[in-house]
């Protein structure tokens, strides 16, 4: 687990839900973490990931270049709210990319009681410490 100070430079994880500064062997954060998150996200609510092939280097090669696409049927039922948290989840940039505060003051999230535990007003380490301990118990 990478801290959300931490950095690292090892490739590591499940093809298809790897962002693709890990896949570009480029110096990776917590904010991978969250690419990872908007990879379930989609998966969750369409069925499928967002950038996957029978072929791994095609897998690879969609992840690094390939525009993210709502294009399933589902999609015609899901709130521009949520397809925004999405994308911005899978920005290709991890620069650029939401950050866990940002995400959790989404609008999409607006509605959810993601205060439950405690979360919010936290540091990003205090927000990781809290959710391992929920996780473990």
């Not at 690292?8 to 962002?19: M, N, R």
């Not at 925004?84 to 620069?95: A, T, V």
């Amino acid at each position: 687990m990478i801290a959300p100070n931490e950095a690292a430079d090892e490739p590591f994880g499940t093809l298809g839900y790897v962002a693709p500064e890990v896949l570009r062997k480029e110096p990776y954060s917590f904010s991978c973490d969250l690419w990872s998150f908007g990879c379930i996200m989609y998966a969750l609510l369409s069925g499928s990931l967002p950038f996957d092939h029978e072929s791994q280097k095609q897998t690879i090669k969609m992840t690094l270049e390939n525009k993210l696409e709502f294009d399933l049927p589902c999609w015609e039922n899901i709130s521009a709210d949520c397809k925004d948290i999405i994308n911005r989840l899978l920005d290709k940039d991890p620069k650029t990319r939401i950050t866990l505060d940002k995400a959790l003051q989404h609008k999409w999230f607006s509605n959810l009681n993601i205060n439950r535990f405690g979360i919010m007003g936290r540091s990003e380490e205090g927000k990781r410490q809290l959710i391992e301990k929920h996780l473990k118990h």
